[in-house]
């Protein structure tokens, strides 16, 4: 598996957007992204200021339908 590197939610939120993710809606703190070409949905929790940890990183990157290459990429 491919390294990524520790991330806050903020930066997952840019890198998602770059990949063609949009704001869906917010519950609390846990924004829920959309892709609208190929209907992938995720959820990122929005704690700012902690990184998120590498197995709900690879969570995200397996509910967004992206390798983490593509991913690693859109940083």
């Known amino acids: ?13 840019r890198a998602l957007k770059r990949l063609g993710f949009i ?3 917010q ?7 959309w892709n609208p070409k190929t ?7 929005m704690h700012f ?3 998120l940890k590498r ?3 690879f969570g995200i ?3 967004a339908q992206v390798s983490t ?6 940083l």
Do not use: C, N
Not at 69 to 74: D, G, S, Y
């Open 23 to 25: 704001e869906d809606r």
């Open 69 to 74: 290459e593509e991913f690693t990429k859109a």
């Open 1 to 13: 598996m491919p390294k990524v590197p520790p991330l806050q939610a903020k930066e997952v939120v």
């Open 27 to 33: 519950k609390g703190s846990h924004l829920v992204m």
């Open 55 to 57: 197995g709900l990183l």
């Open 39 to 45: 209907g992938a949905r995720t959820v990122v929790p």
């Open 49 to 51: 200021g902690k990184t």
């Open 61 to 63: 990157i397996k509910d």
